[in-house]
């Protein structure tokens, strides 16, 4: 398939509807050269998967983190007609508002680094993570209930963050329209107790330093001011609950496939009409979930905030360890995008793709010991890929063949020869988290810049990393 | 060979399971799974927990029951090493739940030394049951992890 793409720029690439048969939209990679050279045939193949899918809007999108996925790449945004289109659980991904939280301090990475190995303790033993790890917090059934209704605004009444964590976050920290009702009884049993805590797998927190600011004027006003500064990235989803979600949902959306006689490429695909009630009750569900998540990152910062206040003798508000921005990669959202020269509000599919808004931030957490990125949103985004950028560096290389090649001891000194301290639950989580197992995060970065679509603005470099 | 792990999706995870008869297969195919959560061998089975799962055909079944097991893992907070399968019913698909399964799954308290990946789901994709109980079964299964 990838012979079949055509070059339209230094950073875009075209792949025609003829490319394969029931193919009914172009798509469209975003990548520069030495990104789209690496690119597996079989993501690009995948790519088409979406193309076909009912009422889909021209282009559907990869992104330069894109890779073979399950039916369809991570790293992909595709559009559904409101009308005639489709929503999918598959399109969005099981983990259900995996997104990054980033925070700020007014600490220097001097005053920090001869307490990073406290600091990556205290967290450890602060904020539960890994499989299986019991959660500090134990929802009753009505508190899980208002944590899916009302997402971070349960968070702040609870003590949890400020009012001002909410204004910083993508939709507020609350998708309207959530409907716990539409959440099942196992997804609720699973996420009762589990709020605050970290996961495992990619999953990560992570202390970093600012290295380069790129974008002084839009940096200065996220409170991110010069080289050096700490800030700290969350990257975390919503847990067992929401994959249940997403699980519960992938087959009711089987069954909607049968009765409305939907032709899908890979099973995985499984879809149905957004404007029915198989379609709409996904999508409360969905909201539900997001909103568990958004409460999920809220707690944790809150933990973050506390954990550095017994480290450094300071309150949070002393150290500025402020909420710079919140958002989503994995998420369905109804926006409004000018098609065909006229707007239209349309299902805008995001898996493992950022929203990039005009002039919002957009947070890209580079993987285990490699750099990460703060850009700002532009227009050519809303022009080119539905308001949308990549979401991080995008794996290179299958967990197993990290775990074949990389032992997590090694790792673990290596990091610590870069000055990186870290903590994981088990060496071989280093391993397949390895930096050398995904892609050169800066050239997925220099892609979505070349292209217009997101924009640098600061560069962030890891100072310690916590993992599950 | 109870499984072996496949080339698959770069960010997740495809293994084969195998077994003489679905009994079988259902218990390696658990003990795959249980492999990628955590460090299955180290995990002592002294502890259990019966459940029981439905579904409308043996692979639904089979996606049910994995997906109990993931579940399980959150719920319990423990880690599964062994598993006791015993599949109920084989008729054509005449209601919505066809087969039923009670399976015992013995392990203990989840320890953090042993967590190695969080298990999204067991994922469509790929997703096949063959055989018999002549030839033998085998199931390929992509996790999304």
């Known amino acids: ?468 | 060979m109870k499984y072996k792990f496949v080339k698959g999706p770069t960010s997740d995870v495809k293994f084969e399971a195998y077994g003489s008869d679905a009994n079988e297969l259902f218990e390696n195919a658990a003990l795959a799974l249980s492999s990628v959560m955590c460090a299955v061998r180290s995990v002592k089975p002294k502890d259990s927990i019966d459940v029981f799962v439905e579904g409308k055909d043996l692979q639904d079944l089979l996606f049910n029951w994995l997906g109990e097991v993931i579940a399980l893992v959150d719920i319990q907070c423990m880690f599964f090493s062994a598993f006791k399968i015993r599949i109920q019913g084989n008729k054509p698909a005449a209601s919505a739940a066809s087969y039923k399964l009670k399976a015992t799954c013995f392990g203990e308290e989840a320890k953090s030394k042993n967590s190695l990946t969080v298990v999204k789901s067991v994922t469509y994709h790929d997703f096949r049951l063959e055989g018999d109980d002549k030839s033998g079964w085998k199931a390929t299964i992509v996790l999304d992890i």
Not at chain 1, 16 to 32: E, F, H, L, T, Y
Not at chain 1, 290 to 301: E, G, I, K
Not at chain 1, 439 to 466: F, Q, T
């Open chain 1, 1 to 468: 398939m990838k012979e079949k793409v055509k070059r339209i720029n230094d950073f875009e690439w075209l792949l025609p509807k003829g490319s394969r048969d029931k193919m009914r939209v172009d798509a469209k990679i975003i990548a520069n050269d030495a990104v789209f050279g690496a690119l597996e045939d079989d993501a690009i193949t995948q790519l088409t998967n979406v193309a076909c899918l009912p009422g889909v809007i021209e282009p559907v999108i990869g992104l330069p983190d894109m890779h073979w996925g399950y039916g369809l790449p991570m790293g992909a945004v595709s559009a559904f007609d409101a009308e005639e289109g489709i929503i999918s659980s598959g399109l969005c991904g099981f983990d259900i508002n995996c997104g990054v939280n980033c925070i700020r301090t007014n600490l220097t990475a001097a005053e920090v680094r001869p307490k990073m190995k406290q600091l990556v303790d205290a967290l450890f033993r602060n904020i539960p993570c890994g499989v299986g790890a019991r959660g500090k917090l134990k929802l009753t059934p009505d508190q899980l209930e208002e944590v899916l209704a009302k997402g971070m605004n349960w968070g702040v009444k609870n003590g949890y963050g400020v009012k001002e964590d909410i204004v910083r976050t993508e939709d507020n920290g609350c998708m309207e329209g959530a409907d716990p009702a539409k959440v099942s009884s196992l997804a609720k049993q699973r996420g009762k107790d589990q709020l605050g805590t970290l996961g495992a797998g990619n999953h990560f927190l992570e202390i970093q330093r600012v290295s380069d600011i790129i974008d002084k004027k839009f940096s200065d006003s996220l409170g991110v001011k010069e080289k050096d500064q700490v800030l700290i990235m969350l990257h975390c989803g919503s847990r067992g609950l929401g994959h249940q979600v997403a699980t519960d949902y992938l087959k009711s959306q089987e069954e909607a496939v049968r009765k409305y006689k939907i032709w899908i490429p890979d099973r995985q695909l499984a879809c149905a009409p957004a404007n029915s009630k198989e379609g709409q009750d996904f999508f409360a569900a969905m909201k539900a979930a997001t909103n568990y998540s958004f409460t999920n990152r809220l707690v944790m910062t809150q933990w973050i905030r506390e954990t550095f206040e017994q480290v450094f003798g300071k309150t949070w508000q002393e150290m500025d360890m402020h909420t710079v921005y919140a958002i989503c990669h994995n998420v369905i959202k109804f926006e409004e995008h000018k098609i065909g020269g006229e707007k239209r509000k349309v299902y805008v599919h995001r898996k493992g793709a950022t929203r990039s808004f005009p002039n919002i931030p957009v947070l890209i957490a580079g993987t285990m010991g490699t750099a990460s990125y703060i850009l700002k949103g532009t227009e050519a985004a809303m022009d080119k890929t539905f308001g949308s950028s990549c979401h991080g560096a995008g794996r290179a290389m299958s967990r197993e063949g990290a775990i074949r090649r990389f032992w997590g001891g090694k790792i673990k000194e290596e990091l610590l020869k870069k000055g990186i301290e870290s903590r994981a639950t088990n060496p071989k989580v280093l391993a397949e988290e390895a930096p050398l197992a995904y892609k050169d995060v800066e050239e997925v970065i220099n892609s979505v810049h070349g292209a217009g679509i997101s924009l640098k603005a600061c560069r962030m470099e890891p100072l310690g990393v916590l993992k599950g």
